[in-house]
């Protein structure tokens, strides 16, 4: 059974970090590319940051220098460390597995950026 379990959101400060988690089970997380997706209210969900199975990266220009996407392949986790975070940021946030037209998503965790 392929599970995607995001725990790790919340509510911060604008400014503020948070470090988002997907545990990953049910398949060979090696082989998958592993990415993270965002959704806000009334907005297409959109890719935020995208780790294949080496170490490149790929990132959404809204967050390019303050997210940092990173995965554990021995924890069978990926990461996104989230930096100087702005209003714009609230969304609920999925993190996605895929291999070639075979995909899975997390459940997701809502963010909230706010004062």
């Known amino acids: 059974q392929v599970q995607l379990v995001e725990p790790g959101g919340g509510l911060v400060q604008p400014g503020g970090s948070l470090r988002l988690s997907c545990a990953a089970s049910?398949?060979?997380?090696?082989?998958?590319?592993m990415g993270w997706y965002r959704q806000a209210p009334g907005k297409q969900r959109e890719l935020v940051a995208v780790?294949?199975?080496?170490?490149?990266?790929n990132y959404a220009d809204s967050v390019k220098g303050r997210f940092t996407i990173s995965r554990d392949n021995a924890k069978n986790t990926v990461y996104l460390e989230m930096n100087s975070l702005k209003p714009e940021d609230t969304a609920v946030y999925y993190c996605?597995?895929?291999?070639?037209?075979?995909?899975?998503w997390g459940q997701g965790t809502q963010v909230t950026v706010s004062s």
């Open positions: 996605k597995a895929q291999r070639f037209s075979t995909e899975y």
């Open positions: 049910g398949f060979i997380f090696r082989l998958y590319a």
């Open positions: 780790m294949p199975t080496g170490s490149s990266t």
